[in-house]
């Protein structure tokens, strides 16, 4: 069963504000050769079984998304673009029901409807190899009819967190 990644790239650029603005969010920001963006690309690359991702991100961001897309050896044709920011399960329900429709493609394979991974655009994240590990166990979790989650245990609280 192919994986589909998802990786979210909306936002409003605003929580590092002056160096984030809407036309350049952090996700794209240049962070000293690489961007947050660039760095879920990666992460993405390591993945076995992983379709080219699909994007979610808005108009204005569009070809910042493209141009890092093709830096990282993916075909920038899997871009959907947000009308509005409707915030994250709207996007994921959007990127799910193209998923579904890129398998109705292929409806001849048994295993068409692949496994979806949804990626913050924004996030650190050093240990590839380990990532790579938890999604490999979390697909045959998920294969069972599971949902999977992933997260960081907090240190503190924080209301900084839309």
């Given at each position: ?5 998802i ?12 160096l ?5 969010p ?22 076995p079984?992983?379709?080219s ?16 897309l ?15 920011g409707?915030n ?13 429709n ?17 990626l ?7 240990d590839?190899p380990?990532f ?17 989650t ?9 209301t900084?967190?839309?």
């Amino acid at each position: 069963m192919k994986l589909c990644p998802i990786i979210l790239c909306g936002g409003s650029g605003s929580r590092l504000w002056p160096l984030s603005r809407s036309l350049y969010p952090k996700q794209f920001m240049d962070l000293g050769g690489y961007s947050l963006f660039g760095n879920t690309l990666r992460r993405v690359r390591a993945l076995p079984n992983a379709l080219s991702p699909l994007i979610i991100c808005n108009e204005e961001q569009r070809f910042l998304a493209a141009a890092q897309l093709q830096a990282a050896g993916f075909a920038a044709t899997n871009i959907i673009l947000e009308p509005v920011g409707r915030n994250t399960a709207p996007a994921i329900a959007v990127a799910a029901l193209a998923a579904l429709n890129g398998a109705s493609a292929n409806a001849s394979c048994p295993d068409a409807v692949p496994l979806l991974l949804v990626l913050p655009s924004d996030h650190t994240l050093r240990d590839i190899p380990s990532f790579a590990g938890a999604v490999a166990v979390a697909m045959s979790l998920a294969r069972s009819g599971r949902l999977v989650t992933f997260g960081v245990t907090p240190d503190k609280p924080e209301t900084g967190y839309g």
